[in-house]
Nanobody, 124 residues
Framework: QEQPVESGGGLVQTGGSLRLSCAAS????????MGWFRQAPGKEREFVAA????????VYADSVKGRFTISRDNAKRTLSLEMNNLKPEDTAVYYC?????????????????WGQGTQVAVSS
């Protein structure tokens, strides 16, 4: 499976905003669900947000609901994560992932294309 490439991470103060982007060059990009996961220091990787093949269905972790927005542009083969009202507990490495499925999925095992990750740090 192709490896997507994330960008847009950085350091921001509590209450600030960041926009993460993920680019994938595969011509089948629009066929698959995609998602964002994150891994904080000393913790396991966790689900953040996901969208189905056309962006019509999205799902979020409770911890980010109402603050984060996932979107995709199939023509540009990009996935985005708009993060607002950031909190110190959002500090983590954020990973973009390509699913093996068309429908939205939160299960890490249903993703087989992972990016290298981009660091997000939120200072208090």
């Amino acid at each position: 499976q192709e490896q997507p490439v994330e960008s847009g991470g950085g350091l921001v103060q509590t209450g600030g905003s960041l926009r993460l982007s993920c680019a994938a060059s595969m011509y089948t990009f629009s066929r698959y669900a995609m998602g964002w996961f994150r891994q904080a220091p000393g913790k396991e990787r966790e689900f953040v947000a996901a969208t189905n093949w056309n962006g019509g269905t999205t799902v979020y972790a409770d911890s980010v609901k109402g603050r984060f927005t996932i979107s995709r542009d199939n023509a540009k083969r990009t996935l985005s994560l708009e993060m607002n009202n950031l909190k110190p507990e959002d500090t983590a490495v954020y990973y973009c992932a390509i699913s093996m499925l068309v429908t939205v999925t939160t299960a890490e095992g249903n993703y087989d294309g992972w990016g290298q990750g981009t660091q997000v740090a939120v200072s208090s």
